[in-house]
């Protein structure tokens, strides 16, 4: 019996590995104002931009000729979009309270190269996590890709800031770590199979 509650144990079964926090999707729906800042929008979710916009579709901007703007986006009514001045507006950040572990999921549509970096602390502080590298993929924000950013330990805030005026960005998530569920329904198998044992 002791051996099987160590493997238990060892299994993950007494502290499964879910990502820290609550898990969350981000995905701008709503009409913004043109310049309206999404700041403490998702607070409720646990997450806070600095210096990200909320972008509606049809807002005006772009050279299509129904405004379309943003045609293609996973969730059509509005995106994220980095604007920094680079005087008073020089970085740009989406902070996470309880943290997110090893994945961050996302949509992009970026004019030119692009990176995003994540860190253990709030606003960029504490030890940097991994950088992601996207390339651009379109000249008028019409074309759009899924990215996952992988990295080490619990991240606490993204630099967004490399995004400046170049990416709009759209459906931003954060799940439990999938391989923390499988270990968690094994280590579940593996009690019910020790119980029918002692009945």
Do not use: C, H
């Not at 997110?100 to 004019?111: E, I, Q, R």
């Amino acid at each position: 019996m002791k051996q099987l509650v160590s493997l238990a144990l060892a299994l993950g079964l007494a502290a499964p590995a879910f990502a820290s926090g609550t898990p969350f999707v981000i995905d701008f729906e709503k009409s913004w104002d043109y310049g309206q800042a999404v700041d403490d929008s998702y607070a409720a979710l646990g997450v806070r931009f600095t210096n990200v916009l909320g972008l509606s579709n049809g807002d005006g901007l772009g050279g299509l000729p129904d405004g379309a703007y943003y045609a293609g986006a996973p969730s059509p009514l509005g995106v994220g979009f980095v604007q920094l001045d680079g005087v008073q507006n020089t970085t740009a950040y989406m902070n996470v309270a309880g943290g997110v572990d090893g994945a961050l999921n996302f949509f992009y549509s970026s004019t030119a190269d692009f990176e995003i970096k994540a860190y253990s602390g709030l606003n960029g502080t504490g030890d940097l996590l991994g950088t992601l590298t996207l390339s651009a993929n379109t000249a008028d924000y019409t074309n759009w890709n899924a990215a996952a950013f992988s990295f080490l330990g619990s991240a606490r805030s993204f630099d967004l800031s490399g995004a400046a005026n170049v990416a709009a960005l759209d459906n931003i998530s954060a799940v439990p770590e999938p391989a923390s569920a499988l270990l968690l329904l094994a280590g579940g198998a593996l009690l019910a199979a020790t119980r029918r044992r002692r009945d």
